[in-house]
């Protein structure tokens, strides 16, 4: 007897966690690919490549995070002059309706910039606070 109700409880133990997994259904993941391009002002390199983020989107936020860079360092604007520096970054992106980016360059281990991106977008659309800066280490 005691065998059975051990096994009714871890019936309805089952029963219950499998209704709160259920729950989490409303979680998407995304993987895409985006570029990455500019000067970087700390190095003085022209950036050019791909950058593979997930983004992970629930019913009250958005998580970006990076997956996988190809970045590298260029010495002319056009590209076409490799420096030789390869670039790693990391960086987390949270929110929905108000965004925080922040985000670091590592160059042979060695961080090189910290970036900071953040906006507010109202109801209707329009962006309220924005700004984006990057720190030279």
């Keep these: 007897m005691k065998t059975l ?4 409880v871890l019936c309805f133990i089952a029963a219950f966690s499998a209704s709160t997994v259920k729950a989490q259904n409303n979680v998407k993941k995304v993987e895409r690919i985006t570029t990455v391009s500019g000067q ?14 997930e983004d992970i989107f ?5 998580v970006t995070l990076v997956k996988k860079v190809e970045v590298k360092g260029y010495l002319d604007e056009g590209c076409t002059e490799p420096s030789g ?3 790693e ?6 929110g929905l ?5 922040t985000g670091k360059f590592t160059l042979n281990g060695k961080t090189i910039a910290v970036f900071h991106q953040w906006f507010h977008v109202t109801t209707d659309g ?3 606070n924005e700004g984006f800066r990057i720190d030279c280490k």
């Design 89 to 94: 970054i990391s960086q987390v992106m949270t």
């Design 5 to 8: 109700k051990f096994f009714l």
């Design 85 to 87: 520096n390869v670039y």
């Design 97 to 101: 309706d108000f965004l925080e980016n």
């Design 40 to 53: 970087l002002t700390c190095t003085g390199d022209y950036l050019w490549g791909y950058v593979i983020v």
């Design 58 to 62: 629930s019913p009250h936020n958005w």
């Design 126 to 128: 329009t962006v309220v």
